[in-house]
């Protein structure tokens, strides 16, 4: 389908106005070598690039044609400073776009130049069959942007890489049966933990099957923009045979790190030069590996070079030279050994100045835990706080007319923030699984990767000790590279810096989908800013005949006193999902027939702790 696109030179504007329509339809299609039922963006599974100029206006035109399903796009990394009603979180920037109606996207674009990319963001399409999502790149004021093509992810020196989780069957369908172990788990990583939340089923790079996707160019130095825009994995990402010379992540520029190895989780872009050199035409390997290192799990893509004096692309399939983890340089590592080719994003320099540390601060921490099956759930306490199961509102809290009382879930997880404060937050994790945390709104320092210091045996690790375990202090000035997703290692932390410069509601929340629909998030409210004036095509919260509400519930944590208590759910704890509040309204003894199985899923749980260090799914 024709993506319809123009330019329009604004008057007393610095930049162009970019426009772009997304008519966004389920259709089935043969991708990956599956056949797949699945959401689009003007019918190719394949997303527009949306190319633009610091300074230009972006005009996105959504229109949902989906029978039964309300959308929003998120443009991740983008601040949103003066922009906030096209965040695009249904629940806090505004509610869905109904089915039939449409929303414009319009807004200047001021954050610096870089790679982003944009998706949907209300509530989880099945992954591996939403392709609501695209690159998003901004270049410095000025350039000549008249010869890109938004269905061309190669435009001059760069190449765009996009990678995606592939599942045969919807997440609701199989994340179920990975809990019962009823198929193939995922791999370990190199500390003998689980690779992923479920067993790989298969990936892809540009909505192309790793053998369908082919990047041929001449010899010369070419800039990679990587994006893992999965839901599931991380990738190990490498070029065979060639140095990575890392100069951007997640939008900001970087100094030049040289490496060979990119670990990239998803939600996070990174931005490599490389030098391809070629007297006759090679064909060489771009590798995405998942960390399942007992496994051969990943897409792997066809790079083939040749020089500008011979005409033709050599045909051949390239010899393999795969990488070696335990050998070669890897970024973005943070294993608890550290071996010396295990290189910390916070070994990464920035090339822009930091934001100045305010007189007024702030010292926040937060921490999350994952609660094994059969009681499903992912919890945030904040400062030392009840852990609740976060949820968001079903009216979008911007709105002036938003009432705590009637709009807000009362176990809602929120953080209030007051203005021109600079804001040092640790996020301590208990999972023995890695999680990247994404922060709407803001742009962060990473001041610290805090490594877990004692072994996970059943899958739950303890909390980092504060005074050994985290080097960070309230009153500490160390700095760090700016991003807007950080990893959070298996048992660790991440310390994060950031101004609270930009009033509104902002969302940070793990960007594995299924955990963030589970509750791992929290709203951060800051300056307590309201929205009074909204576009005239601004989506209505009155679902009524529209959509179908989704059913929330409030209740205290039922707590099987059968489970050891390391690791059972806590009646303080605060659930919002049906299936954990089952037993407000019904006798324990009767929760869906639960609590007879209970020695049978526990036994079941048992296995699978003797047999993977951990339990596979979070």
């Known amino acids: 389908m024709f993506l319809f696109f123009f330019v329009l030179l604004i008057s007393g504007s610095s930049g162009l106005k970019r426009s772009f329509t997304f008519d966004v339809s389920r259709t089935v299609v043969y991708v990956g070598g599956r056949t797949l039922i699945v959401n689009v963006v003007n019918g190719d599974v394949r997303g527009p690039v949306l190319r633009v100029n610091r300074g230009d206006t972006l005009s996105v035109k959504v229109t949902n044609h989906l029978p039964d399903h309300g959308i929003s796009v998120h443009f991740h990394g983008f601040k949103m400073h003066k922009s906030k009603l096209y965040d695009g979180v249904v629940g806090l920037t505004q509610c869905a776009i109904t089915p039939g109606e449409s929303y414009v996207y319009e807004f200047v674009v001021n954050e610096s130049p870089g790679t982003y990319w944009w998706h949907s963001h209300n509530a989880m399409f099945p992954v591996g069959h939403d392709f609501i999502k695209g690159p998003l790149i901004v270049y410095p004021e000025g350039k000549d942007l008249s010869q890109a093509n938004s269905t061309s992810y190669v435009f001059e020196d760069e190449v765009i890489l996009l990678y995606s989780d592939l599942y045969h069957n919807y997440m609701a369908y199989d994340h179920p049966l990975a809990m019962g172990g009823l198929n193939d788990p995922p791999g370990k990583d190199m500390e003998g933990f689980s690779a992923g939340a479920t067993g790989w089923a298969g990936g892809l790079v540009n909505a192309r099957g790793g053998n369908e996707e082919t990047v041929d160019l001449e010899e010369g130095e070419y800039t990679f923009r990587v994006v893992n825009g999965g839901g599931i994995y991380a990738y190990f990402l490498s070029i065979d045979n060639h140095e990575l010379k890392v100069v951007g992540m997640d939008g900001s520029d970087v100094q030049e790190f040289l490496t060979d190895i990119i670990q990239i989780y998803p939600g996070e872009r990174f931005d490599f030069r490389v030098e391809l050199q070629s007297t006759a035409p090679r064909n060489f390997v771009i590798r995405a590996e998942t960390p399942a290192v007992d496994r051969n799990q990943g897409v792997s893509t066809w790079l083939r070079v040749k020089p500008t004096t011979i005409a033709a692309f050599d045909s051949s399939k390239p010899i393999e030279t795969p990488h070696n983890l335990t050998r070669d340089r890897i970024l973005n590592c943070h294993w608890v050994d550290r071996p010396s080719n295990c290189h910390p994003i916070t070994q990464v320099k920035a090339v822009d100045e930091l934001p100045p540390l305010l007189n007024d601060t702030a010292y926040h921490v937060t921490d999350f835990l994952y609660q094994f099956v059969p009681q499903y759930g992912h919890f945030f306490s904040m400062d030392g706080g009840t852990f609740k199961q976060s949820i968001l509102p079903t009216y979008a809290m911007l709105r002036s007319?938003?009432?705590?009382?009637e709009h807000l879930h009362p176990n809602a997880q929120v953080l209030k923030l007051n203005l021109n404060v600079t804001v040092t937050m640790i996020i301590r994790s208990v999972t023995a699984?890695?999680?990247?945390?994404?922060?709407?709104?803001?742009?962060?320092?990473?001041?610290?990767?805090?490594?877990?210091?004692?072994?996970?045996?059943?899958?739950?690790?303890?909390?980092?000790?504060?005074?050994?375990?985290?080097?960070?202090?309230?009153?500490?000035?160390?700095?760090?590279?700016?991003?807007d997703t950080v990893t959070v290692p298996s048992g660790g932390a991440a310390v994060i810096r950031f101004n609270t410069d930009n009033p509104g509601v902002w969302f940070l929340h793990c960007h594995l989908d299924q955990h963030m629909e589970d509750g791992q998030g929290f709203i951060i409210d800051e300056g307590g800013y309201r929205e009074t004036a909204y576009p005239a095509d601004y989506p209505s919260c009155d679902y009524k005949g529209k959509l179908q509400m989704l059913q929330e519930s409030d209740c205290d944590c039922y707590e099987d006193m059968s489970l050891p208590e390391r690791i059972r759910l806590k009646s303080s704890y605060k659930c919002t999902r049906p299936h954990l509040c089952r037993h407000k309204a019904t006798p324990v003894s009767q929760v869906s027939g639960l609590v007879p199985l209970l020695p049978l899923l526990q036994l079941a749980i048992a296995l699978m702790l003797a047999t993977t260090h951990h339990h596979t799914c979070y």
């Open 401 to 405: 007319d938003f009432k705590e009382k």
């Open 433 to 483: 699984f890695p999680h990247p945390m994404h922060l709407h709104g803001h742009k962060f320092e990473v001041v610290e990767i805090a490594t877990r210091t004692e072994p996970c045996p059943d899958g739950r690790c303890n909390l980092l000790d504060m005074e050994t375990g985290i080097k960070t202090r309230e009153n500490s000035t160390a700095r760090g590279p700016l991003k």
